[in-house]
């Protein structure tokens, strides 16, 4: 029997922020398309004696995105210089963060097509500036300035991948909450979003990572990453079984070959020299902002998050959202779950928590369920309440009503909604739906 | 070449891109030694109780905000460029593919 490998995977990946000006400098970066070195400055063109000036939108956008992955946000940052010499890098070295990024350890839940779901880890999304475009003819480098210092920040994960699925579903999900935070439109086609993959494989049951990594780099599109990381894998496990030993080295892609190359081994490796930009004060960041940011990350979070809510639990649209904000959506399903079949309709248990009529933030779902199950026989809405609450809604909200009648499936949610704020989150949703439909025939 | 012990020379050289002749290796050698030596007496120093200082300035938070200023024109930007094409500053060729 041959060994039987596993892929360990882990991915950094670069998103261009959408702010009007660079990271450093006024130039605006809306570059895509224009003229080559129409915006630029001495900051950007990393002219002798330019200073470089931090753009707040760019810190807020880098912290949202950090929120949104449930990272936490240092209290203090600092930029570095990451020094090595190429024609993309007019001043010799890019302001990046090294050991002291804005956004440390977070994670992402990820679902697959068949429903099942992983949990990748975020070890840092920090702050960095774009490089220049180098475009290589008949064996010389022309050098366009226009994407230098325009605001990126780098989102690394820990080795957490198994497959290339796995890096699909991240990628889509990665891009549906920058589209969401409004913080990028992540059009990989634009590189505004790019993919780096580190790719090593272990034997199956080994729990120690192994001890090389290979390094995808420079490949520009999302199917050729994909198919690179498949091949890496298959080259990889086939080195190993013909007891050859793998190193360190960053690998390219030839899509002609179909096949990745060597680009450098680790004799070649770049020593980046990282030390704090002296240029650049620390940053100290304002909790305040930090909350604020938090609530507008959440409420930013993919809609799939709320699509899964609504068809799960058959709750409103507007419930969902409302909790996915607050944070309280966990607590939600845990306590769902561990009501189990009470009667209790899972919208009522939702308006509750929203309504602050349970105090998830202090109680355990055990205590709740201990007290909602001793409620629920004294407040459970009577038929004739409910119908009472529903036509008084159907008055109150008249537009509303005639909206649903003329074939607007949204103002069903609206109406439900109303009732139940009317009856305090008690009626039963799918119940007060049924009624709503039957009056609005 | 002078070997030193402190000093790999030659990988200094590649990392500053500055070809260096055999000469003038032997020179920056022996002068970097001369400031790690020095380096080395700082480091003996005790600093238990000292706060590391990156920034001489008792300035935090130095941003600015989020709005266009004006850019270099196209002439200006390459106006100091020996080797300009198509609007595009022009260097040695870095693209190796294999
Ligand atoms: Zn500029």
């Given at each position: 029997m041959s060994q039987q490998y596993n892929p360990v995977i882990g991915l950094e990946v670069h998103v261009e922020t959408n702010t009007k000006t660079k990271m450093f400098c006024a130039c605006s970066d809306d570059y895509f398309g224009k003229e080559p070195n129409t915006h630029t400055c001495p900051v950007c063109l990393g002219l002798p004696g330019a200073?470089?000036?931090?753009?707040?939108?760019?810190?807020?956008?880098?912290?949202?995105?950090?929120?949104?992955?449930?990272?936490?946000?240092?209290?203090?940052?600092?930029?570095?210089?990451?020094?090595?010499?190429?024609?993309?890098?007019?001043?010799?070295?890019?302001?990046?963060?090294?050991?002291?990024?804005?956004?440390?350890?977070?994670?992402?839940?990820?679902?697959?097509?068949?429903?099942?779901?992983?949990?990748?880890?975020?070890?840092?999304?920090?702050?960095?500036?774009?490089?220049?475009?180098?475009?290589?003819?008949?064996?010389?480098?022309?050098?366009?300035?226009?994407?230098?210092?325009?605001?990126?920040?780098?989102?690394?994960?820990?080795?957490?991948?198994?497959?290339?699925?796995?890096?699909?579903?991240y990628a889509k999900q990665l891009r549906e909450i920058f589209r969401n935070l409004g913080v990028s439109n992540a059009d990989m086609e634009k590189g505004d979003m790019r993919l780096e993959a580190n790719i090593s494989v272990r034997p199956v049951g080994q729990k120690e990572l192994p001890n090389y990594r290979v390094e995808l780099k420079n490949i520009n599109s999302f199917r050729f990453m994909v198919a690179a990381v498949e091949f890496e894998i298959k080259r990889q496990i086939e080195a190993l079984e013909s007891g050859e030993t793998l190193h360190q080295e960053t690998r390219g892609w030839n899509e002609a070959k179909h096949e990745t190359y060597l680009q450098r081994s680790k004799e070649e490796a770049n020593d980046y020299r990282y030390f704090p930009e002296p240029d650049l004060p620390s940053l100290a960041v304002d909790r305040d902002l930090v909350k604020k940011l938090q609530e507008e990350a959440r409420a930013a979070l993919p809609q799939t998050k709320v699509d899964n809510l609504v068809k799960t639990y058959g709750i409103s649209q507007e419930s969902a959202v409302t909790m996915i904000r607050q944070g309280s959506d966990p607590f939600f399903e845990e306590l769902v779950a561990k009501l189990g079949q009470t009667g209790i309709s899972s919208q009522i248990v939702a308006s509750m928590i929203i309504n602050k009529k349970i105090d998830w933030q202090d109680l355990s779902t055990d205590d709740v369920v201990k007290q909602l199950k001793a409620q629920a026989s004294q407040t459970a809405l009577s038929s004739d309440q409910l119908e009472k609450a529903i036509d008084e809604v159907i008055a109150d909200n008249e537009k509303t009503a005639a909206d649903y009648k003329a074939g607007k499936e949204n103002a069903l949610q609206a109406l439900i909604g109303a009732v139940m704020k009317k009856t305090s989150g008690r009626a039963d949703a799918k119940q007060a739906a049924e009624i709503i439909k039957e009056k609005l025939k | 070449m002078a070997k030193s012990t402190k000093i790999d020379i030659d990988h200094v050289s590649k990392l500053a891109n500055l070809p260096l002749p055999d000469e003038q290796k032997r020179i920056f050698a022996s002068q970097l030694t001369k400031i790690l030596d020095y380096i080395e007496k700082i480091e003996k120093a005790d600093t238990k109780n000292v706060e590391p200082t990156f920034n001489v300035t008792p300035n935090k938070n130095v941003t600015r905000k989020d709005t266009a200023g004006t850019c270099l024109t196209q002439d200006e930007a390459l106006q100091n460029s020996k080797n300009t094409k198509n609007g595009q500053f022009v260097t040695k060729g870095v693209f190796k593919s294999e």
């Open positions: 200073l470089p000036f931090t753009n707040e939108e760019a810190i807020e956008k880098c912290m949202k995105i950090g929120l949104a992955l449930n990272c936490k946000v240092a209290e203090s940052s600092l930029f570095e210089r990451k020094n090595y010499f190429y024609p993309d890098l007019a001043k010799g070295y890019q302001i990046s963060q090294y050991r002291w990024p804005l956004c440390v350890g977070g994670s992402i839940e990820v679902t697959g097509k068949n429903g099942k779901k992983s949990t990748i880890r975020i070890n840092r999304a920090h702050q960095e500036e774009d490089t220049g475009k180098l475009t290589h003819v008949e064996g010389r480098t022309l050098i366009d300035f226009n994407r230098s210092g325009v605001p990126l920040v780098e989102i690394v994960t820990e080795p957490d991948f198994t497959d290339t699925e796995q890096i699909r579903d | -």
